[in-house]
Structures are given as structure tokens and as C-alpha cells.
């Protein structure tokens, strides 16, 4: 019952939910996401064991809790990349009115490539990746690139106010304006070069640095032998393969599904979220399109790391949006009216 479900949602889901907003604050089906990717990769999720973990689907006999918990899982979805379009990171911090190249190792001052864990990638410094995905507003940044010093050299910043350096512009598909500077410019962490760093964020929830991918790559492909479901996809060598890869388009979804089940569904500090989603369904499921209660606590968990906003991290970016998507997803799915 609950695939049969999500399937027969998924024309709603592409028309309500996998939406973009362009620069014109118009909203339009995204390039990116598409319902049916979404479907088939839940499906690999509850089928396959990870980490000891499944994507949750039911409860008390009734495929509503399982769908629910899609409802919530795109709710963080739409506002961490789908309503950009984006399955790369986009190259966002802006500094001193300028978009560093070198914010492929990390903005807001992190380093992407420092996030390790017990089954992080080794960092190469060899490696060469261009990201599938960049924002096209006018002026937009290029897709962020990562490469060894031998070959990019210090990096410089994108200046967003100039014209293209070519005609047509040529530095990506859509380029409306925008060029790079050569003028060698710092990110907030002081990098001046892009060696090592491939590690930005990917997929619909934006998995970021070795651990993760190292994780990926263990309890889905190539590093966890020959039986993993993604076992010809090598996420240490490959990162990209989670945007790039024409095989497998889901695994944008699955990359975003992993951390959920590991992180919201296993979150492990004094809230249990299965319990909660089912005490909220069991309640009438109350004001879903606002920033109270469970989608507030699961929003908290997603961006801040908690359940019970503000948190030591911050206020929650987003939360009425995420509220409002939640609401949305849960029409589109047809759990309420």
C-alpha cells in the first residue's frame, strides 16, 4: 500500500514539490528532482539493510506514518537544494563583495575535507571534479572545481558583476554574465588554492566530506564489497557519481535518505522521531503548515542539530518555510486535504 501510494503520487509531487524558484521569483519544474528518482530510491532504502538501518514506511498496519515520513524528509529536501535547482553546492560565500573559487574546501569558514570518520575516503590531491550543477542568475558563480596546485595554481575569485569574458559566455551552460578574476583570493578559512578539495555538498540533503562519503561508500558501494546495492560505484574515488551518475539518478535521493535514516530517524539525544511522528499522526496530525511541534523539532535536528530550537548552533534557517513545505508535500502525497 504505501508504494502503491507514493507511485501514484508521484505526478503531484513533481508538480507541487520538485519545483525550482528562477531569478524572475517565478517557480518551475526543477531540472534536477524528479518524483519517480524519489520512489526508486525509498525503494532501495527499505529493501536493503544500512547500517542496520531502513527507510521507516509503516506503523499500526497503516502506510499513512511511512508517508508522513516522506512528507518530512522532503520538507528539509525543498529547502536545502530542490527550490535551487541544485545537486552540486552552489559557491555562495560571498566575502568582501567576492565568491572565492577556494570556497570548494569549505564555507562559512569550515573545511570540508577535515570531516572525517571511521570509514572516511582518503583525501587525493591529485583529484580532478567539476560540479554538474551551479545557480544561473545573472552573474552566478561557475560550478564550484576542485584540482592539485600543479594545474589550478592559487585561486582567485568569480567577480558576479562583470561582463563574460567571451561571446557567448563559456565558462558553463546558461551563463548569463560573471567571470573569473585571477586576483588570489581567500576563503573565509584562508585557503588560496583548491587541492583536496572535492568534498563539497552533494545531493538533496548535501552530504559533505570524507566521513560521509567514506560512510556512502562503505554501507552502499564499492568499500563495502562486492554485495553493497551500489557495489560498482567507488564514492571515495567518485564523489561526484552522486550528481553525475546517469546509471543510478537516484542516488541524489539515496545520499539524502542515508543521512536520514542515520541522523533524523536515529537521532540519538532524548527524542525519539518515530515515536513522535506517530504520537503527531495519532493527534490529527495538528497545524502542519507551521514552525511548531514535530516538523519545528525535525527542522531543528536537519539544520541545527536539534531537536528543541534555538539551538547552540543557531536559530533554525528556514523554519516557516519548512513548515509550509511540509504541509505541501503532505497534499501532494494525499495525506491530508
Not at 506503523?59 to 527550490?83: C, D, H, M, P, T
Not at 545557480?135 to 558583476?161: E, H, N, V
Not at 523539532?297 to 543557531?314: L, Q
Amino acid at each position: 500500500a504505501f508504494f502503491n501510494r507514493l507511485t501514484n503520487a508521484e505526478a503531484a509531487l513533481d508538480a507541487n514539490i520538485m519545483l525550482f524558484q528562477t531569478p524572475q521569483m517565478t517557480w518551475i519544474p526543477s531540472n534536477v528532482y524528479r518524483a519517480k528518482d524519489l520512489t526508486a530510491a525509498v525503494k532501495v532504502m527499505v529493501e536493503n539493510t544500512v547500517a542496520n538501518t531502513h527507510f521507516f514506511t509503516d506503523a499500526k498496519n497503516s502506510e499513512v506514518y511511512g508517508l508522513v515520513n516522506v512528507a518530512a524528509f522532503l520538507a528539509q529536501s525543498k529547502k536545502e537544494s530542490i527550490q535551487y535547482d541544485a545537486c552540486d553546492e552552489n559557491n555562495w560565500d560571498l566575502v568582501g563583495g567576492r565568491y572565492a573559487l577556494s570556497n570548494a574546501c569549505g564555507q562559512l569558514g569550515q573545511s570540508y575535507q577535515s570531516y572525517t570518520g571511521a570509514h572516511a575516503c582518503p583525501v587525493d590531491n591529485n583529484m580532478e571534479i567539476t560540479a554538474t550543477t551551479n545557480a544561473k542568475w545573472w552573474g552566478a558563480p561557475k560550478p564550484l572545481f576542485c584540482g592539485p596546485r600543479s594545474k589550478t595554481g592559487q585561486t582567485g575569485f568569480w567577480d558576479y558583476t562583470a561582463p563574460c569574458t567571451t561571446s557567448p559566455c563559456s565558462d558553463y551552460y546558461g551563463q548569463k554574465g560573471g567571470a573569473v578574476n585571477p586576483d588570489v583570493t581567500a576563503n573565509r578559512a584562508g585557503r588560496t588554492d583548491v587541492e583536496g578539495c572535492c568534498w563539497w555538498g552533494r545531493g538533496v540533503i548535501q552530504t559533505t566530506g570524507p566521513g560521509n562519503y567514506g560512510d556512502l561508500n562503505y554501507y552502499i558501494g564499492a568499500g563495502g564489497g562486492p554485495f553493497n546495492r551500489y557495489a560498482d560505484v567507488d564514492f571515495c574515488k567518485t564523489p561526484d557519481a552522486v550528481c553525475a551518475s546517469t546509471e543510478h539518478p537516484e542516488l541524489k535521493w539515496i545520499a539524502g535518505l542515508f543521512y536520514w535514516q542515520l541522523s533524523v530517524q536515529g537521532y540519538p539525544s532524548g527524542w525519539d522521531y518515530w515515536s513522535n511522528l506517530i504520537a503527531w499522526v495519532d493527534a490529527g496530525m495538528p497545524n502542519p503548515d507551521q514552525d511548531t511541534g514535530f516538523i519545528r523539532s525535525v527542522s531543528g535536528i536537519v539544520n541545527r542539530g536539534c531537536h528543541n530550537p534555538p539551538c547552540a548552533a543557531g536559530p533554525v534557517d528556514g523554519g516557516a518555510e519548512r513548515a509550509q513545505n511540509f504541509a505541501a508535500a503532505l497534499r501532494a502525497l494525499g495525506v491530508i486535504a
